[in-house]
């Protein structure tokens, strides 16, 4: 099980992989099995953005989300066990900045 990352400048055309193309700006393929780890240490459905992406399908933020999530990182990373995760997790904060100041992006959350 692995999250990989991808942020796109306008919404993906998630049932289209080549139209999706069209709308990458930036991608994370190396980190998913550690992001999906640290992510599962959250409760599902709970309290944050963050708790509800799913590991197993895909989900969408869009800037205002990405934004909100932001703030869930300090809290994500003391739930981090090892390097790996907290690779993972400063990479998906990266494109969470990238998405919150990048008007009408989303950031694609595509789980196994």
Not at 8 to 30: C, F, I, K, V
Not at 84 to 104: E, F, K, M, R
């Amino acid at each position: 099980m692995g999250i990989e990352l991808e942020l796109h400048r306008t919404r993906p055309a998630r049932n289209n992989w080549e139209m999706s193309r069209d709308t990458l700006l930036q991608g994370s393929y190396e980190h998913g099995e550690a992001l999906a780890q640290v992510l599962a240490t959250l409760k599902a459905n709970g309290v944050g953005k963050l708790s509800w992406v799913d590991p197993y399908d895909n989900t969408l933020f869009n800037e205002q989300e990405a934004k909100a999530a932001l703030s869930e990182i300090a809290g994500l990373l003391k739930r981090c066990a090892d390097e790996s995760q907290t690779t993972a997790v400063a990479d998906l904060t990266a494109l969470l900045t990238s998405c919150a100041a990048t008007p009408g992006s989303y950031l694609w959350f595509i789980g196994d």
